[in-house]
């Protein structure tokens, strides 16, 4: 299933299993908690897509590499 994430005026898809809806909360939560990181705010400009592994987030950047967040 994909849902689309708002954060800081850029939208990224991201990409969940359906039975796994209460990750994608996770994620948000765990995406206000960084809203003041200025690092991470830095690399959410180059993210192309997230995937959602059961309690970690698979941020997949433009050029292929990846960046992998508990959110738990």
């Given at each position: 299933?994909?849902?689309?994430?708002?954060?800081?005026?850029?939208s990224v898809?991201?990409?969940?299993?359906?039975?796994?809806?209460?990750?994608f909360d996770l994620l948000?939560?765990?995406?206000?908690?960084?809203?003041?990181?200025?690092?991470?705010?830095?690399?959410?400009?180059?993210?192309?897509?997230?995937?959602?592994?059961?309690?970690?987030?698979?941020?997949?950047?433009?050029?292929?590499?990846?960046?992998?967040?508990?959110?738990?």
């Amino acid at each position: 299933m994909m849902k689309i994430i708002t954060f800081k005026n850029r939208s990224v898809p991201v990409y969940y299993p359906n039975e796994q809806s209460t990750s994608f909360d996770l994620l948000h939560h765990k995406l206000s908690e960084l809203e003041l990181d200025f690092d991470f705010r830095k690399k959410w400009k180059r993210i192309r897509s997230v995937e959602m592994v059961r309690d970690v987030a698979i941020f997949q950047y433009n050029d292929g590499t990846k960046l992998y967040l508990e959110v738990s």
